[in-house]
Nanobody
Framework: QVQLVESGGGLVQAGDSLRLSCAAS????????MGWFRQAPGKEREFVSA????????YYADSVKGRFTISRDDAKNTVYLQMNNLKPEDTAVYYC????????????????WGQGTQVTVSS
């Protein structure tokens, strides 16, 4: 089993920054992919970003490229999502997820999920 705990959400104004954290514990491995997804009210959950366990490969949705940066800290077993120049359309619940084997942008391919953290961006 793997446990994922997100933190760092909040209420900000357009143009501000936030950093989300996701601490992983349990049976993680070097094959794992760590991802961030988000879900706005009335919309489906969507891919935001992902990173390989080594940190050598990073993936981004087109909507966040150039504004969001994913990274990880091996010592803390934690993945971060630095979000800059936030827009009202970034408002959503953000979820951390773990895929045990390979990169995917599909919700169904991720095996473990955190509880989510709310990000609200006012205009």
């Amino acid at each position: 089993q793997v446990q994922l705990v997100e933190s760092g959400g909040g209420l900000v104004q357009a143009g501000d920054s936030l950093r989300l954290s996701c601490a992983a514990s349990g049976r993680t491995s070097s094959n794992n992919i760590m991802g961030w997804f988000r879900q706005a009210p009335g919309k489906e959950r969507e891919f935001v970003s992902a990173i390989t366990w080594s940190g050598s490969r990073r993936y981004y949705a087109d909507s966040v490229k150039g504004r969001f940066t994913i990274s990880r800290d091996d010592a803390k077993n934690t993945v971060y999502l630095q979000m800059n120049n936030l827009k009202p359309e970034d408002t959503a619940v953000y979820y951390c997820a773990l895929d045990r084997s390979s990169f995917s942008q599909k919700v169904k391919d991720y095996d473990y999920w955190g509880q989510g953290t709310q990000v609200t961006v006012s205009s």
